[in-house]
């Protein structure tokens, strides 16, 4: 019982990541019908916000101790972080804090990334065949990858949570479960968080003006053109929202999954599956098929499971997938018409 | 009949013909290699093709080991102060290049696959001339390598590779390893695993699902298991699996009171970082504290898992910390040339550039078979692992183990380290036969 529990548990927050992912890659193909392949770089991208804002946190004043030697024979330098010594407790805590507080540094620079990518290099493609957006977005991942992995190397780069949410949780206590369960705690903020960023989104396009034009242009993007509405301009704010909630994930995750150039490749396979699962164009199949196969693939790892099927953990996601191809072609809630044409 | 007569002049004149009718079979013989195997130097220099991961997911321990590389062409030629050219124990080096031909050499990207490893060890045997060949992270790429070495008929001295079979069942006459294996690894880390956390205990393996995860499960499953330990589970990971947390809860309630990670670089920072994250430090299991050991650490990638490292058991072939001459000499060298210490990879690859290098002056000759011999069974010391022999039966070198564990007070970030125990060579010899495989012949091949 223990073991399912925390299976599901898992589920939801692995869920949690594809769900994110896949709803912005939805946003994406749902308003600018691009099939966008760098989507899992703006993920790494986020990620990337936190090291970077981390490492600005943690420059160190260097000074020179002539009576110390290194191992090699070079004076030992002697490292400070210059925000401890400026701003002493108060440091200490931007420091501890630095990934949560990197979300205020990676919602700007996100849109902005997201704005230019969209102005600058994917809309030239909107009416250039989706094997063309798929061989451009591609490279440029690859581009953003070795950019990256110039500038940081290509080790993954470790993100502590802060000290207080640094353990575990007992959860078998808070049930009434018995003791012994425990899950650690950041992961339980992070399904927390990804919950909180879905809601957000739906909420921005389901309640407020802004947003009803942007559904009414996912729908016929025509008609909402000849109501004299500059559709294209909410388009480019929709991608730019589309990489903060991929950079958003990506930040929230450092914790779990120290950052490495490669972590969006890593995700995006995965990330597309979710969409066809859940079926093109739709948002709430993006989040209904990312938690059902992050759930699926966390049972299918169950050693019970794995016992009577071996292998079945790798290879469940894509089974699923055939599956729910063959008996819905449009997946769990794809519309009639997109890509049908 | 005539009379055989003798006189002085003609003694001198017969001395002196004798002497050249000797000496001309020798010279006749070494000029004679220069038509029979592929890439003969023939000009001032030779030319060596270092094949490292200058992309992909072990870029930077690539990058240390060209950095090594580099740094063992300087000192073959001559340049900087001569690094572990001074503490060899062999001193058929002198700096001047080797057999008096300047070093020079090409690069490779092994990308840690083996077939682009193979295309780009191609390229430098074909195209650029490369001699020898030395490099790699991954026993996948060296044992791929190794095998396009031994058609060539091109020397190949393995870098970073920890998986029993590049000197067991895929062992080739033409490839050479320094570092150590999986199966030395569980015989040097034994012993400490009793010592520290006793012989009732329970192990649960998660293991990457490649050749080199599953020889390391093997060989650290026996070792622990000779110990009286038992083995609640053995579930093998995706690799690049990321998150794994569908395979750590499991161990949770197995009954397990150790986690072994049978897992390297990225998989390994993952999985550690996520088993830390499960409170399985601060756990108790059977009314022991729950332990987590990796049986393979990396300095290098250690630094992935931050904090999560201290503490953790496990095995290095060499540690920058070591004191002996040899390794003083190495971090030396190194330290100075780029601001911070060596990796055990870059040590292997430093090593190996200058072991080939060292053969070719004992043999007297480039040509591969003398070069094989002259590595063969050939045991040195100063190199930074103690008295070190390279077996002729499997070409594996034997030398000291380190069992380390995650420093609990770093001095420095590269302090990450604490050497727990320096196994001698004896207790991590084993039998050549018992991997199987053979090396195959050392006939030289043209190219």
Redesign the interface.
């Known amino acids: 019982m223990?073991?399912i529990f925390?299976?599901l548990l898992?589920?939801l927050?692995?869920g949690g990541a594809y769900a994110l992912i896949a709803l912005g890659l939805t946003l994406v193909f749902g308003t600018l019908g691009v099939v966008n392949f760098a989507h899992g770089a703006l993920f790494m991208l986020g990620a990337f916000c936190a090291v970077t804002f981390n490492k600005l946190l943690s420059l160190e004043k260097v000074v020179v101790d002539e009576t110390q030697q290194?191992?090699?024979?070079?004076p030992l330098e002697v490292r400070t972080p210059y925000i401890e010594s400026w701003f002493g407790e108060f440091g200490s805590f931007l420091l501890n804090y630095s990934v949560p507080v990197s979300i205020l540094i990676a919602i700007p620079v996100m849109l902005l990334i997201g704005i230019v990518m969209e102005r600058g290099l994917i809309k030239h493609f909107y009416k250039r065949p989706h094997a063309d957006q798929i061989l451009v977005t591609f490279g440029l991942a690859i581009v953003l990858q070795e950019v990256i992995?110039h500038y940081f190397?290509?080790?993954?780069?470790?993100q502590?949570?802060p000290a207080a949410v640094?353990?575990?949780a007992d959860i078998g206590a808070w049930l009434g479960l018995g003791d012994?369960l425990?899950?650690?705690w950041?992961?339980l903020v992070y399904f927390g968080f990804s919950a909180f960023v879905i809601a957000a989104v739906f909420a921005f396009l389901q309640f407020t003006t802004y947003g009803m034009v942007v559904r009414a242009g996912m729908r016929d993007s025509e008609t909402v053109g000849l109501l004299g509405i500059n559709i294209q301009k909410r388009f480019t704010v929709v991608f730019g929202i589309a990489a903060v909630v991929a950079g958003l994930a990506g930040v929230m995750y450092t914790?779990?999954?120290?950052p490495?150039y490669?972590?969006g490749m890593?995700?995006l396979v995965l990330s597309f599956v979710v969409v066809v699962v859940g079926g093109m164009g739709s948002l709430p199949g993006a989040v209904l098929a990312g938690f059902l196969l992050g759930i699926l693939?966390?049972f299918a790892?169950?050693?019970a499971v794995?016992s009577i099927f071996p292998g079945i953990?790798?290879i469940i996601i894509y089974l699923v997938a055939v599956v729910i191809l063959l008996t819905m072609p449009r997946g769990l809630l794809g519309r009639e018409g997109v890509m049908e044409e | 009949m005539s009379r055989l007569t003798m006189t002085r002049r003609g003694l001198l004149k017969a001395g002196a013909a004798s002497g050249v009718a000797l000496a001309a079979p020798l010279s006749f013989v070494r000029g004679a290699y220069a038509e029979d195997f592929c890439n003969m130097p023939t000009g001032s220099s030779v030319t060596l093709g270092f094949n490292v991961p200058q992309s992909g997911p072990y870029a930077d321990e690539g990058a240390d080991e060209l950095r090594a590389y580099q740094l063992a062409t300087k000192h073959l030629n001559g340049e900087g102060d001569g690094g572990l050219l001074n503490t060899f124990s062999s001193k058929a080096l002198k700096g001047n290049g080797i057999l008096g031909k300047k070093v020079e050499f090409v690069t490779g990207d092994t990308q840690t696959k083996s077939d682009a490893a193979r295309a780009s060890a191609k390229r430098m045997i074909e195209k650029d001339g490369a001699i020898m060949i030395t490099g790699g992270s991954s026993s996948g790429v060296a044992v791929a390598v190794q095998g396009l070495c031994q058609e060539m008929g091109v020397i190949f001295m393995a870098g970073l590779t920890h998986s029993n079979d590049t000197t067991g069942k895929d062992k080739r006459r033409y490839g050479f390893r320094h570092f150590f294996n999986a199966y030395q690894s569980g015989l040097a880390l034994g012993p400490i695993l009793a010592d520290e956390l006793g012989k009732d205990r329970t192990a649960y393996h998660l293991t990457a699902d490649y050749n080199w995860g599953w020889t390391q499960e093997e060989s650290i499953k026996d070792a622990t298991e000779g110990l009286g330990w038992q083995t609640a589970n053995a579930v093998r990971t995706p690799l690049g699996a990321g998150d794994f947390s569908q395979y750590l809860t499991p161990v949770l309630n197995s009954g397990a009171d150790v986690l072994i990670l049978n897992h390297y670089g990225k998989d390994m920072v993952n999985s550690l970082t996520q088993a830390v994250q499960f409170g399985m430090r601060e756990k108790q299991v059977n009314g022991k504290d729950f332990q987590i050991v990796v049986p393979l650490f990396s300095r290098l990638m250690a630094q992935g898992a931050g904090e999560n490292i201290k503490g953790i058991l496990g095995t290095t072939n060499w540690n920058w910390s070591l004191q002996d001459e040899g390794s003083k000499a190495f971090v030396k060298s190194f330290g100075q040339e780029y601001g911070f210490p060596p990796s055990q990879a870059a040590q292997t690859c430093y090593v190996q550039a200058l072991l080939y290098a060292d053969a070719c002056e004992r043999a007297g000759t480039f040509y591969p078979p003398e070069v094989i011999k002259a590595l063969e069974g050939f045991e040195f010391d100063g190199m930074g692992n103690g008295e070190t022999l390279y077996r002729a039966a499997d070409h594996q070198c034997f030398k000291e183990v380190l069992v380390v564990k995650g420093n609990e007070n770093p001095q420095s970030q590269f302090d990450l380290l604490e050497v727990v125990k320096i196994v001698p060579r004896e207790q991590v010899t084993y039998d050549a036969s018992i991997f199987g495989g053979d090396l195959g012949p050392a006939d030289a091949k043209t190219c």
């Open positions: 223990d073991a925390l299976q898992n589920g927050d692995k290194t191992a090699w024979g070079t992995k190397g290509a080790n993954p780069i470790p502590a949570a640094a353990g575990s012994g425990v899950y650690p950041w992961r914790p779990i999954l120290p490495d490669h972590m890593d995700f693939q966390s790892s169950m050693n794995m953990n790798q």
